[in-house]
């Protein structure tokens, strides 16, 4: 099983009609995913491949395809309209996957989000699968398997890394959940943690961190008080030097806070297997197993 | 993005924040004439370089101080005229200094009293957070360690904004007086209007002053810029000093890579970030140093892996070349390709250690292998990381 996302999940693609809008609706419909919708300002009553509806905004896109999440990829200066719209619509998922939103967007973003129903993944992030049921984003699906293993991420590709390498030892994955990597996003690591510890389907997971911010202590605090079930990680960015932004916006080493051995104390201190190396993340999710 | 003194005080002018009278020069002949339009008694002359510390600095010619306070416009001319076409070393500047084309020429001030005052982009709190001290003038870190009682933090709502109890309450909190709170509110007032209306992630006005006239002033601050918010700030983004920064992180803007030098051997070329960072970490895990951070990103294309490997082949520094790639949007093919154009036009008589997974790896393995370019190739990233140090033990 799997948390947040499965075979009843209906996906709308807003920017579906944007280049890489079209590339990875096309890359989520080939891996099996629902998608019922899209939606594109102006472009009301087109079909998109000759079997998607699109629409002109995301309410009547709820109301006639019936969506109960949403992925954006709306130009940076227009997503967080986007993420804003998707939530006042109801939609229950909003995945953004648009990279370079304004700090200040997203800020404003979250108070939207605050007095809503709507969970945020994202922005900054490759998206959420459950393997074998649902892709919500722009992750290569080869590399995953169907399994019992929760993945939380603040990257991408040091997310596919990490996949591959329990893929490769035979572990397969339930959800895989880019938390996305700017400093004020949807999602956390310690909600992601919650929903992976009470779901009955995630017998481990897995949490990948970087520098900046504060996400993984808090991560690792709760867990060391609230959650029985074996967890990995690693966190990336011990050699960055600070005051740099490392790429993503939010990895930020800023006022000696946020360093990876501060971090990587936390979890140690929760009694979490951490991999010395971005080459054993699967191996130590395995140690954790026992 | 970092800017120049100068052109803060351009910014605060334009928001109606309070500082001393004052203009930039690049000869010592313009010192010599805002200086006397300035009228005042006594002048300060400062370099314009992006490191703090300059007060303290020394000119790689031997004259001390990047800061001075001069009597007279002509003696203003004459510290510029040392100052000028000249490199200031500061304990932020690196060895190698900043080399200095202009100088702030300000009314000197005579201050009663100093104070702290930062807004900043709190990810915590999710809001801009105000935070202020009675203790202008230090360094604020310290401040909050020591006596974190005389620090004041005050999120702001993001779509109510400063309000102006807000602002008064901080003033009298930090210890301005009935009469100099308003002036001071208004200060605040004007720096929140700015932080919003050019995206900054962090204004800090440090030290915030009260002249013994009774005036509220912002003497020095220190601006930060949300890089993401650049592109509806074309004014802000032109404030770019390119001369301040490191030359191999400017020519890889120019085509939209994600470069930060560092001091190591090892190069690495990786696309994603936190793989970018993981590759940094597991070069040094087993011994090497690692000579830069470069995410080619999602959706490299073949000129940019070209690009990337001029920048980092054009590095002396540079002993060995590390690929890490794990194609998800990208294709592993693409890749390939880019590696083996870039080898056939620079000459390239370095190490290069490759590592493909994901899309399309087996095209790109095969491209690479039919290239006839003398690479080593690696299983994983741990087996690279190897192979990369030993590549230059």
Redo the contacts between chains.
Sequence with gaps: MSVLVNNDTRLLVQGITGN?GATHARGCLEYGTNVVSGVTPGRGGQVFDDKVPVFDTVVEAREESGCNATMIFVP??FAADSIMEAVDAGIELVVAITE?????????V??KLAHSKSVLIGPNC?GIITPGQCKIG???GY?HKPGDIGVI?????????AV?QLTEAGYGQSTCIGIG?D??HGMTHLQAAQLFTEDPDTRAFIL?G?????EEEEAAAWIKENCDKPVAA?I??????PG????????IIS??KGT?SAKQEALRDAGIVLA?????MGAALIKALG | MNIHEYQAKELFDKYGVATPAGGVAETVNQVIEVARELGTDTVVVKAQIHAGGRGKGTFKSGFQGGVHLCDSPEKAGEIAGKMLGEVLVTHQSGEEGKLVNKVLVAASVDIDKEFYFAILMDRETERAVIVASSEGGVDIEDVAENTPEKLIRVPIHPTLGLQGYQARTIAKQIGFTSEQMRPAAKLFAAAYKLFMATDCSMVEINPLVLTTDGEVQALDAKFGFDDNALFRHPEIAALRDTDEEDPREVAASKFDLNYIGLDGNIACMVNGAGLAMATMDIIKHYGGDPANFLDVGGGATEEQVREAFRILAGDPKVEAILVNIFGGIMQCDVIAQGIINAAEEIEMNLPLIVRLEGTNVAEGRKLLEESGINLITASDLGDAAKKAVESVA
Excluded: C, Q
């Design positions: 890489s940076p200066a370079g939103i304004p700090v200040a967007d997203m800020m404003r979250k108070t490759p722009i992750m290569p590399i991420s603040r990257s991408g590709t040091l997310t596919y890394e591959w990597g400093p004020i990948i970087e520098i900046g911010g504060s690693f990336a960015g011990a050699t960055a030097p740099r932004r490392m790429g993503h916006a939010g990895a006022g000696g990876a010395d190396t971005p080459a054993e």
